[in-house]
């Protein structure tokens, strides 16, 4: 059975031992994972300038040829099926080394071996799909899914439609798509669409050279440049029926809903999201040490250090969250920490970020063009703010992620779900510092006040009045997400000292995470107490009638 910490936590218990036991990696896996990131950055060195992809040129050709070629393609796949024989984690690096490189390129391989041909094969059975998709792959196709519409990602139906065609061999694929990683290089697109005859949400398989397929446009965002994403449409697209796959339960483990999208959106969002932060602090890191003022040095300053500090210990938290969250797989993988990742690591390779560029200051909001031009160094670190608030947004929105989470774990409580590790409250960690043991013991103390939130929520409110409470499910799940980053980072920290006794550099680590995580959740706490005030929907619509239009005219 795949672990399950939040649902545990949100029920009031913290079940440390789970916590601190996980698998470590074998040395087959690092050497295979160590080998793809040192081909990977051979050719990234060769096909990719990444200044030169932010200022609007496109990847090339050659760099697919090259990707496919090497494997980069079908990362996961066994290596005598083509692909790499990549653990989840060690696909999670490549994806990392990508972004570090040129987000654009973390996003195009994400996009495809995520939810592209070699994630489906392994399941599939004998039979016109399977031939499909193993065609594409041995020609090194890329490939893209098709999912979100026009009226937004958020809704649960597709308005794009397949109607049984006349002869009824297939259906006719119609509607629109946006937002489409690899929508206009891809050559196999897996699309969602609701089934007239039906109206279940099927996914079909659709060939870009078929007749009706065209690529509207690309989009053009304020970051994240350079990545293949599109807006399709499909007019009367034929896709027999030995190209498609319903919402069956015999579809379970190769749906193109849960599982699926969970680890998509890690590689997707995560990855690029950890690379972006780890060189932002290393960009802090060495303007930093060459900068004085007053003739003190820069670092010699109390603020400064606060921020180095933080933004250190946000980049080891997302680290250990991406470390947990990865070091199971198949069935035994944490699909709900997964998740909870996205929010995790995107929001804190803001905070990374934008610490960056303020402790950069000018400078950190020149481009790296104009930095260039005159001749000093051209660290790109508005780029990668601006990168990083795309990833806020990709994947879902992080608002709106975490009120889907939280509506996810409040209803255990409707199920009479219990938690899966009971008994007395954790046993202390020794190897954690003093001051790490006063976190675990507020950790312990915050649980289980999250779970008489919990219980008097849903024993008060029935689920449709609890739903329509947005903003308390908004704040549940950041408290849930606060207090899990916390356990992971205590929980490696125990084990790394346990390891070695020399680790005082990640006891203050988590310290100084503990801390400003705390910091966050008093604020959260507060706002779970109380209602939302009557003023803010009548304001918000009042201005959407424009009564209140004169008050704020200018």
């Known amino acids: 059975m795949p672990l399950n910490i939040l649902r545990d936590m ?58 496919a070629d090497a494997g980069f393609l079908a990362m996961l796949l066994p290596r005598e099926d083509g692909g790499l024989g990549l653990s989840e984690h060690g696909a999670f690096r490549v994806y990392e080394t990508a972004a570090a490189h040129s987000p654009a390129v973390s996003m195009m391989l994400a996009g495809h071996n995520s939810l592209g041909p070699s994630t489906y094969l392994p399941t599939l059975p004998e039979g016109p799909l399977r031939d499909l998709l193993a ?126 999208h969970t680890l998509a959106r890690v590689y997707l969002i995560s990855a690029p999201s950890m690379a972006l932060a780890r060189r932002s602090l290393a960009w802090a890191r060495d303007w930093v040490a060459t900068r004085r003022v007053d003739g003190k040095e820069l670092g010699s300053y109390e603020a400064v250090q606060c921020m180095i500090a933080a933004s250190a210990a946000d980049v080891y938290a997302m680290d250990s969250a991406v470390r947990w969250a990865l070091a199971r797989q198949g069935a035994e993988a944490p699909l709900w920490e997964r998740d909870a990742l996205k929010n995790i690591t995107s929001m804190g390779a803001w905070r990374v970020t934008d610490r960056t560029v303020s402790l950069l200051g000018a400078q950190g909001y020149e481009s790296a063009r104009g930095k260039a031009a005159r001749g000093v160094p051209d660290l790109p670190a508005e780029q990668a703010q601006r990168d990083v608030r795309g990833l806020r947004i990709g994947g879902g929105v992080d608002f709106n992620l975490d009120r889907v989470l939280a509506a996810r774990l409040l209803a255990t409580y409707y199920r009479g779900e219990q938690p899966g590790a009971t008994g007395p ?82 006891q203050d680590l988590a310290d100084v ?9 008093a604020g959260l706490w507060d706002r779970l107490a109380r209602d939302v005030p009557a003023a803010y929907p009548r304001l918000a619509q009042a201005w959407m009638d424009g009564e209140s239009a004169g008050l704020l005219h200018i």
Do not use: Y
């Open 135 to 260: 065609r594409h792959l041995a020609e090194g196709s890329l490939s893209a899914i098709a999912s979100t519409e026009p009226e937004g990602a958020a809704n649960t139906g597709r308005t794009a439609v397949a109607r049984r065609s006349a002869d009824g061999t297939g259906h006719l694929l119609s509607g629109d798509k946006v937002f489409i990683t690899n929508g206009s290089r891809a050559r196999l697109l897996a699309v969602t669409a609701t089934i007239e005859e039906s109206g279940q949400v099927g996914l079909f398989f659709v060939e870009a050279s078929a007749p009706g397929f065209e690529v509207v446009a690309e989009h053009e965002f304020m970051g994240l440049h350079g990545a293949p994403t599109a807006h399709i449409r499909m007019t009367d697209v034929f896709v027999p029926d030995g190209h498609m796959v319903s919402a069956h339960e015999q579809w379970r483990t190769a749906s193109p809903f849960a599982e699926l």
């Open 425 to 506: 409250v954790t046993p202390r960690a020794t190897a954690l510092s003093a001051a790490n043991q006063g976190h675990l013991a507020q950790v312990e103390r915050d649980v289980r006040r999250l779970a008489d939130a919990c219980r008097a929520l849903t024993a008060t409110l029935p689920p449709a009045e609890l739903l329509a409470r947005q903003e308390t499910l908004i704040t549940v799940n950041r408290i849930v997400t606060e207090l899990f980053s916390q356990a992971v980072v205590l929980a490696r920290t125990a084990h790394t000292a346990s390891a070695d006794a020399a680790s005082p550099l990640a």
């Open 513 to 521: 995470h503990c801390d400003a995580s705390q910091g966050r959740l």
């Open 10 to 67: 949100i029920h009031g218990t913290l079940p440390w031992d789970r916590l601190c036991a996980l698998p470590e990696a074998s040395d087959a896996d690092r050497r295979s994972a160590d080998q793809a990131v040192a081909a990977l950055q051979e050719i990234l060195d060769e096909h990719v300038d990444p200044r030169a992809v932010d200022a609007g040129r496109p990847l090339d050709d050659a760099l697919v040829r090259a990707l």
